[in-house]
């Protein structure tokens, strides 16, 4: 009876939504939404340092890191996003679970992580402070801080729409209710909390939404009955090929050539934003060894190269099964669903109530998970990064903590802000992929110059960064004032959008590394003391002779490699 | 010792939390049971097995990580 009148208090008509809820849904939601609290309240005990409050003692093991360094990136826009993409784009949409996984998540884990968890710094700008400098991190904190507000504002803004759409629910009560909790548990126990959470949420979207690709393979009568059906309703086999349609921008319907995709995305996002970007890499510093934190990544490689059995395929089969055609977001017609309806309108499709409480709560808990990890990154950056080091001289060690936590509650309400932002400014949603090719694209050629080189200088660190956010911002812009650039950018007439985001992070990237040779070669170089724990050839790692082939990282990252050439094999 | 060390671990509350929505999924499939809700698929009873496969789940990890239980051992 309580359920039932608290749904009925923040949801619209039921003519206004596309799934409806009953009892036992809304309990399994309230239930959630109790324990991430409960763990928050728990976790408050254990973080009273600054260690604990922002690294969780550096005390997780090599599977809870792996799973929260996944699930800080499975945000539930993530989730849905994809699954729609895929029904627009086909299995396409796959490479940025695979290509994007392997090379650069195996590079992190052996070539990256070493440094960074040695090097003994709280954060990626932090590294970029001891690597290049003052003003390499204060240009890399200052932008981190900027998009991870704007990105987790845009996110929780989008999932009020999604919730408002597909349950109902009132989008101020789904702002409000959904970061007011995330702040909760991460204001109290910090990155312990945000990490215990992020494992819980993994499990739960996982079992969530399984439901969807089990039976949707027996409606379709398994693999070649879906291709068959797919044939059927789009009279094409470009949807059920990963690379074989690469070969032209026209022959594929995402109008992207595989260089684009193999340099572009496999090369330079995907590497970049797995090796660069603090909201994940904070989770394997998290680690309680160097082992451990070296495997993090490795271990979220094969989970994340899994996850397109729960997204990729949910969007196959919605567009092999559903009754009707789903079209793209702003089309006028009544009662019509979008693209990004399909994973919501599969979950109503196969679950029942209970089941589809636990899916509507497997997507409550991928947009949680994802705001999470913003918000902890957010407050180490600000607190070591920005405030420390140009606001305030804290002396204590208990001050930081104090500031810690008042640096989550800023974050949500800059966050809130930033997402009633947006709502005056819809367009900005479209934005998101090129704020990612903006800042973390060049930070990309920045940390590996100064990771691989010695000879990289502080003066070079600097101006290649900036010299790649700024080139990055300005092609963005050439192509929105004349769109006939796109053809120039992206090397074809032919490309598409999704195009222009991979070549305009290719050439960023470029000009930075460009950039931070020449300057380098211009300037003086740090003397190599300064150097150690830094930089590949001057740090010295801890020998793992005598550790069995199975425990080192290197076996486990080959794996990695192995899987990844079977799946490319299966659905070339 | 670790702080960590005397924590509960993270596997107990994802146990407790999956045995719950077992046992809620499971109540409401019996309830359902000659009834099922009208979405495709539904004479094979997803939500009773997944109920069922989640307590299974949920109940092996409240039992293996309960707290202290791996101390005592």
Redesign the interface.
């Known amino acids: 009876m309580v359920l039932a009148l608290f749904a009925a208090s923040v949801t619209l008509q039921a003519a206004d939504r596309l799934i409806s809820l ?1 009892p ?1 849904d809304m ?2 939601i309230v ?2 939404f109790a ?1 991430v609290l409960g ?1 928050g309240v ?2 408050k005990r ?1 973080a009273n340092t600054s260690n ?1 409050f922002f690294l969780a ?1 550096r ?2 093991s090599a599977w ?1 890191a792996g799973l929260s360094f996944l699930s800080a990136n499975l945000g539930a826009l993530e989730l849905m996003g994809w699954a729609a993409a895929t029904y627009q784009y086909g299995i396409l949409a796959a490479h940025f679970y695979w290509i994007a996984a392997f090379p650069s998540l195996a590079c992190l884990g052996l070539v990256m992580m070493p440094l960074y968890y040695i090097s003994k710094t709280h954060s990626v700008p932090g590294y970029l402070h001891l690597r290049y400098g003052e003003a390499t991190r204060a240009l890399s904190g200052i932008s981190f801080a900027f998009m991870t507000i704007l990105m987790s504002g845009i996110n929780m803004y989008a999932m009020a729409i999604v919730m408002k759409v597909v349950l109902g629910w009132n989008i101020h009560f789904s702002i409000w209710v959904s970061s007011l909790t995330v702040a909760a548990y991460v204001t109290l126990g910090g990155l312990y909390s945000a ?2 959470n992020e ?2 949420q993994f ?2 979207i996982w ?1 969530g939404v399984l ?1 969807v690709p ?2 949707g393979m ?2 379709a009568g398994g693999w070649s009955g879906l291709v068959m059906k797919i044939h059927e309703r789009v009279h094409s086999d470009e949807y059920v090929h990963l690379w074989s349609t690469l070969g032209t921008f026209s022959g594929n319907p995402m109008g992207v050539h595989w260089t684009g995709m193999a340099l572009g995305l496999g090369g330079v996002i995907a590497f970049g934003y797995w090796s660069t970007d603090f909201l994940v890499i904070q989770r394997a510093m998290a680690a ?1 060894d160097l082992r451990s934190a070296r495997l993090a990544p490795i271990i979220a490689a094969y989970f994340k190269m899994m996850v397109p059995l729960i997204v990729i395929l949910p969007g196959l089969l919605g567009l092999a099964l559903l009754p009707y055609k789903l079209v793209p977001e702003g089309t006028p017609g009544e009662g019509l669903h979008t693209y990004n309806e399909v994973l919501p309108l599969m979950l ?8 589809l ?2 899916g509507i709560t497997a997507l409550i808990a991928g947009f949680m998970s994802g705001m999470a990890g913003n918000l902890s990154a957010f407050a180490t950056v600000w607190t070591y990064d920005i405030y420390r080091p140009y606001l305030t001289k804290v002396k204590s060690d208990a001050q930081l903590v104090v500031v810690g936590r008042w640096c989550t509650i800023l974050g949500v309400f800059l966050s809130i802000g930033a997402a009633y932002f947006v709502t005056q400014f819809k367009s900005i949603m479209d934005y998101m992929q090129a704020l990612v090719s903006f800042f973390i694209a060049p930070l990309c050629a920045t940390v590996l110059v100064g990771m691989l080189w010695k000879r990289a200088t502080p003066k070079a660190g600097f101006w290649g960064l900036l010299a790649g956010t700024v080139s990055s911002i300005a092609m963005f812009t050439l192509v929105k004032v004349n769109h006939s650039y796109l053809a120039v950018i992206a090397l074809s007439p032919n490309a598409k959008e999704m195009a222009e985001n991979l070549y305009r992070a290719l050439w960023s990237w470029l000009i930075c590394f460009l950039v931070t040779v020449i300057v380098s070669l211009c300037t003086a170089p740090k003397p190599d003391d300064q150097l150690r724990g830094l930089v590949w050839g001057l740090t010295d790692l801890p020998s793992e002779r005598g550790m069995p082939l199975y425990k080192r990282p290197v076996f486990w990252a080959a794996g990695v490699g192995i899987f990844f050439v079977i799946l490319q094999w299966m659905f070339w | 010792m670790s702080k960590q060390a005397h924590m509960v671990p993270v596997w107990f509350f994802i146990g407790v939390l999956l045995a719950i929505y077992g046992v809620i999924i499971f109540a409401v499939a019996v309830a359902d049971f000659r009834h099922p809700s009208a979405v495709v698929l539904s004479q094979y009873h997803p939500d009773l097995f997944g109920g069922i496969l989640l307590l299974l789940i949920g109940g092996f990890y409240t039992f293996w990580f309960w707290p202290g239980r791996r101390k005592k051992e």
């Open positions: 009953a036992a309990l399994i239930i959630y324990m763990i728990y976790l254990y604990e003692g005390e997780m809870v990490i215990f494992v819980l499990f739960l079992v439901t089990i039976l027996i409606e309680k109503a499709r196969y679950c029942g109530p209970g089941l409480g636990l």
